[in-house]
């Protein structure tokens, strides 16, 4: 069922390759040909997944989305995201998302046991209840409901880092820039309609219940059709206390650039925060095509796919 736009109530408050070139982003936003998927970090393979669906089903931006996350998901490779995701203290793999179409409709899960694909099942909170969020044994419950199966999400490789972590049990994130966390992507189609979507395991070895940014609309992600769209990734903490891609999606209202958008709501967070060890990443598009992306450290990258072609592009950053 269609439900009233998230949107409406936060505004109320204030053919692709493998193979791809490797470029530097600048300080002004650059133009891709619609339609296009950029996502988080070097998620080639998830990138070409959604453009494939995209080109079968043209008009299906938020499907092709899904099925570009849903690869991600199912990666036993990806140690932050879904199947193969690192435990958490008591070794629960436990699952956070949130998706958003272009309506600005959105649905969210958090702490999520035992379901492989937690960004389908935050679709279905969107279009099948009047919910935004559904978290923990209701999201399970709710998940069973629409016909998800349950399964074993540890694999052997995520069984043994945690009982390694087990020999010491000491908890402290730390920055890390060669690691690919959470997995955001965001789409235009040719009509300039805009959706995204946000999943991840979370930090590994977190507290029980611990909920980072990646499922809060506003945090780990934002979209209005009517401006633009943002997606981070990073340390969840510091995301969610500075609303990051709800900042930038209000920044690019503003008149600003995604580019600008991205590197001022960085360096907001840069003076509100002791980020010497931290790492925030922001990537934002506009209605016009154009896309932007900054971190707080240096190593962030991020990838683009147009129908033709994949970019993995560095991003910039607030440390040098």
Known sequence: MLRRSFFSKLSAIAATSLISSTCKAGSVSEKFPLPFIISTWNNQAANKTAVDFLTENPGDILSSIEKGIN?????????????????????N?????????????AGAVTYLKNIKHPVSVARKV??????VTLSGEGALKFALEQGFKTEELLTEKSRKAYKKWLEKAEYSPKVNIERHDTIGMLGIDAQSRISGACSTSGLAFKKPGRVGDSPVIGSGLFVDNQVGAATATGLGEVILENCS??????????????????????KRIAERNDVENTQVALVAINKNGEYGAFSIQKGFQFTIS???????????????
């Open 71 to 91: 690869y991600a998901e199912s990666d036993p490779l990806n140690s932050t995201v879904g199947y193969g995701g690192m435990p958490d203290s008591e070794g």
């Open 93 to 105: 793999v436990t699952l956070d998302s949130c998706i958003m179409n272009h309506n600005g409709e």
């Open 126 to 131: 969107m279009e099948n209840t009047p919910h």
């Open 245 to 266: 891609t709800f900042l930038v999606v209000e920044f690019m209202r503003q008149g600003f650039s995604p580019q600008d958008a991205c590197e001022k709501a960085v």
């Open 306 to 320: 147009s129908l033709k072609e994949t970019k993995l592009i560095d991003s910039e950053s607030y440390f040098s």
